[in-house]
DNA sequence: TTTAATTATTGTATTTTCGACAATTATTTA
DNA sequence: TAAATAATTGTCGAAAATACAATAATTAAA
């Protein structure tokens, strides 16, 4: 085992790469940037920045995240983190990946100050990327998929009142197979949701009901039962 | 926002914490080591160790767990990232956890190369840790009981040729709920089991038939069928 | 040698969930 | 008013989960 100095070690820097999931025509999208500068100028990245030396991880995601949308008080998940020596062609940069999922049309409008370029690019064709951030991202879509079976948490990425036909699209673009109507809700029965009296609009076809989640009901009821949520 | 010069970012170091796993007396735990230095010189701690310069994450990872316990070709998983700022009184150390499942008879005797005392304690009962190692474990177990219900990681603790019993009460230990023998029996009719025609010995009831995990049966499984392991 | 104690193993009966598919309903457009 | 479209509800058999009972194999004590 060679030994070298205490002080060499601390010569690496950390980044937050901050994915960002969102539902719109049918398939769940994640955020990428095109990037304006060396190294991989033009190329589409994940939004992420270097971790000041004062932050907290979760600090700088959150950081990011505010920035790229205006959104704060967003359910950020920590994924996973990547290493490799030479990822980064400028020195030694661990970088750890959280995600976020939003609804997209909150904030369209916003999120130039940070690159030229934004699109919403569906997570089953995600083109080539910077660094390894096609790895990045493989990565995170699979945490993704395992916390959908899980956590209730594609009601952040659904708009706020949805019909239940949305909420099973999600889940068949997600693990990308057809769902039966009936058993799909039969089969969320238990999960606790809020019917309006308010039906869809615009449609050529019966409209569906709306539906938000109770979000209260269910923290409620995970404290009082032993209940757990799965899909 | 502040501006800082590039430069100033590569003034961290990173660290990689191995938490081992292990299943004895009918209780899963975790391997602690004795710290034989300054800071919190005495306090159990994580083994764990700084990453060199031109090692990735899971190189260190995989280091570490040689040099504990000499053994190599171990699954190692990795959890999360902990950064906080202050939680390294020597300097912005951000630490990557990973966790492995190994059988404690395997390697007892070694070990020593690594601190003064090592101790296997259980995982529902770790004693204050050193630095911010308690938050650490709490959430390396969290994940550690995530994966035990849909991995089938449970069996490299497991000893190679185990009992019903004993596999049930590993699931019961880790769960800390009592199960139905007969239910937990038809529950995992769908794991690949070899049974073998060796039963316990030295016992003074009716001797238990002994099982191993059918490893290359459960491969073929998973890529022939579309089959998920659920517990 | 027999019996009690202990744990392994298997079985049964009931309830709950899953999966495939059919029937009915509400709305728009032609 | 009918056709088209998708929403919603219902049925039935298969499979899985749950509670609990019965039987088997071994040791230790009587």
Redesign the pocket.
């Known amino acids: 085992m060679y030994r070298i100095n205490f002080s060499d070690f601390f010569t690496s820097a950390f980044s937050v790469d901050c994915m960002l999931f969102g539902y719109s025509q049918g398939q769940i999208k994640a955020l990428l940037i095109k990037r304006a500068m060396e190294p991989y100028n033009n190329f589409w990245a994940i939004p992420g920045d270097l971790v000041y030396p004062d932050e907290d991880l979760d600090e700088a995601a959150n950081r990011i995240l505010k920035d790229l949308t205006g959104l704060s008080d967003v359910g950020l998940h920590q994924a996973q983190s990547f290493g490799h020596p030479k990822r980064h062609p400028q020195g030694r940069v661990v970088t750890v990946s959280y995600f976020a999922m939003v609804r997209i049309e909150d904030f369209n409008a916003k999120a130039s100050s940070w690159a030229d370029e934004i699109s919403w690019v569906p997570i089953h064709d995600i083109p080539v990327l910077a660094f390894d951030h096609n790895l990045i991202m493989a990565t995170t879509i699979e945490l993704l998929k395992q916390k959908l079976r899980v956590e209730p948490i594609c009601f952040d990425m659904l708009p706020d009142r949805f ?4 909420f099973q699209q999600l889940y068949e673009y997600a693990f990308n197979q057809s ?5 799909f ?3 969320i ?2 999960i606790p949701l809020l019917a309006h009296d308010e ?12 539906f938000s989640f109770a979000k209260e009901d269910y923290k409620t009821k995970v404290e009082t039962i032993d209940y757990q949520f ?1 899909m």
Chains 1, 2 share one sequence.
């Open positions: 019909t239940l036909s949305e769902l039966d109507k009936a058993n809700r039969k089969k029965k238990h039906k869809q609009k615009m449609v050529k076809h019966r409209p569906a009901k709306l799965k």
